[in-house]
């Protein structure tokens, strides 16, 4: 079955001295304010599209990690994720790098890197983000 996830923003001013508000419609958890100095410089309580960006890559990256090891078999005590979304001005958004902190029991480093890379390539986010670099750091914990 289909999804469809809302959200809106409004902006006012011009793009350096402006500011706006993005509302998250669908699950009502609230707005954030968004600027340009919060984009490329520092975020002062203010968040970007490149952090939205990077929530939706580590928790999309964090579900399929989890289902593919669930079906080889193998169950996590833990999954930590995390993504950093780059965006240069005048560029645009050039990567995002995942970070994956795990521990589970019984599985080899060869399995544990063949199911990372799998989710890797296919979580939906990494699919709408193909025209980016997207690492990975995978570190299986003992």
Request: with cysteine; proline share 4%; hydrophobic share 40%.
């Amino acid at each position: 079955m289909a999804t469809t996830r809302n959200a809106h923003a409004g902006w006012v001013g011009d793009l350096p001295t402006g500011a706006g508000q993005v509302t998250l419609d669908s699950s009502e958890l609230g707005g954030f304010d968004i600027t340009w100095k919060a984009r490329t410089e520092a975020s002062e309580g203010k968040t970007s599209p490149e952090e939205l960006i990077a929530a939706a890559h580590s928790s999309c990256f964090a579900m399929a990690f989890s289902h593919e090891l669930a079906g080889a078999g193998f169950a996590a005590d833990y999954v930590n994720t995390s993504a950093a979304v780059t965006f240069v001005p005048g560029t645009g958004i050039t990567g995002s790098h995942l970070t994956l902190a795990t521990k589970i029991p019984g599985i080899s480093q060869e399995d544990f890197e063949k199911i990372a890379n799998g989710a890797k390539a296919g979580c939906p986010v990494s699919a709408a983000l193909a025209g980016v670099e997207i690492t990975l750091e995978a570190t299986l914990e003992a």
